[in-house]
């Protein structure tokens, strides 16, 4: 079994549930990883993944090695039949298949490198792993999705929304580097498996990947989109149509007091890390609304959950 996408998630409403359990009881499966190793191997930085991830290898008794591999490890060639007569030093087949010699489940973070939206929607860092590699794999962000980020998203609105089918918006929101559509993708994906009033809000032009947004609702005008809303999801991603460009910075899209005050007393999230005063103000992270140390707090739930589905399916 990998967790590559929420399209591994059979079941959303029953992993949330079983998650709640493991956050109930986080050490009850320590003997489950007993003798177990998780490589965790970095393209990119981290906080939050890379703790929350090795945390809950560790509840569940695991050993866990962690590598950053630009600038620790080789440089890797992904292109099969190529002269290595360039910057790479060694073939993903031969990094795969060896780190699979000491690992037994290996967990991947290699963002979107956002100039060649082809190869990032070839995800090939990922894709070179899960061909190469001969154990299961766990996306810790790829170039398209972070679906351990948005497991942690259904945990925290499972345990904090008040009625049965809550209004969820998630809101672009202006940010001064171009960031990767990731957080934003598997966001989506989740929420279309959950009984929710679901808006995405951002400027025209900002559109997401349509062949993961499908039908979701889109409204342009953010107030509109904010009133009665119980959850805001605010996220910056760089367009999508001309690839990786900032091509809107107006600070008028940062998320305020009055902005929230539009909404049924929502409550705010965000991944994190978060530009204070860009995308949202100190007034509304620091109020009593923000669930954003929550849902950091559900990662380790999140891929705990994940692992130990992994561990239980035994390849
Ligand atoms: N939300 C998240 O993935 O945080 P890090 O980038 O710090 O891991």
Same mark, same amino acid.
């Given at each position: 079994m990998n967790y590559t996408s929420i399209k591994n998630i059979d079941n959303l409403s029953q992993w949330v549930q079983d998650a709640l359990e493991i956050k109930r009881n986080p050490l009850k499966n320590k003997k489950l990883g007993k003798n177990k190793t998780l490589g965790m191997l970095f393209f990119n930085p981290s906080l939050r993944t890379r703790l929350s991830t090795q945390k809950a290898a560790l509840n569940l008794g695991m050993n866990v090695m962690a590598m950053n591999f630009t600038s620790e490890g080789w440089t890797l060639e992904?292109?099969?039949?190529?002269?290595? *007569?360039?910057?790479? /030093? &060694?073939?993903i087949k031969e990094a795969a298949e060896v780190i699979s010699q000491y690992c037994d489940i290996i967990a991947i973070r290699a963002f979107a490198g956002l100039i060649d939206k082809e190869k990032d929607n070839a995800e090939t860092v990922m894709a070179g792993f899960l061909k190469h590699a001969t154990v299961p794999i766990v996306n810790m962000e790829g170039a398209t999705g972070h679906p351990l980020q948005s497991l942690a998203d259904a945990i925290t609105m499972e345990e904090h929304k008040t009625t049965h089918r809550p209004k969820v918006v998630l809101s672009w929101a202006p940010h001064p580097r171009a960031l990767p559509q990731a957080v934003a993708n598997s966001f989506v994906e989740m929420m279309q498996l959950q009984n929710a009033d679901f808006v995405i809000t951002h400027p025209e032009g900002y559109e997401l990947n349509p062949e993961i947004t499908k039908d979701s609702k889109i409204e342009y005008d953010q107030d509109k989109a904010f009133e009665n809303a119980d959850f805001i999801y605010a996220k910056n991603w760089s367009n999508y149509n001309e690839y990786g460009q900032i091509t809107n910075a107006d600070s008028n899209w940062t998320i305020t007091a009055d902005k929230m005050n539009l909404t049924n007393n929502a409550k705010f999230m965000h991944c994190l890390p978060v530009r204070r005063n860009m995308i949202v103000t100190d007034e509304v992270i620091d109020s &009593? *609304? /923000?669930?954003v140390i929550e849902q950091a707090n559900n990662r380790t739930y999140s891929a705990q959950l994940v692992l130990k589905k992994i561990l239980e399916n035994g390849k």
């Open positions: 992904f292109e099969d039949g190529v002269i290595m *007569n360039q910057a790479a /030093s &060694e073939h &009593e *609304n /923000s669930i």
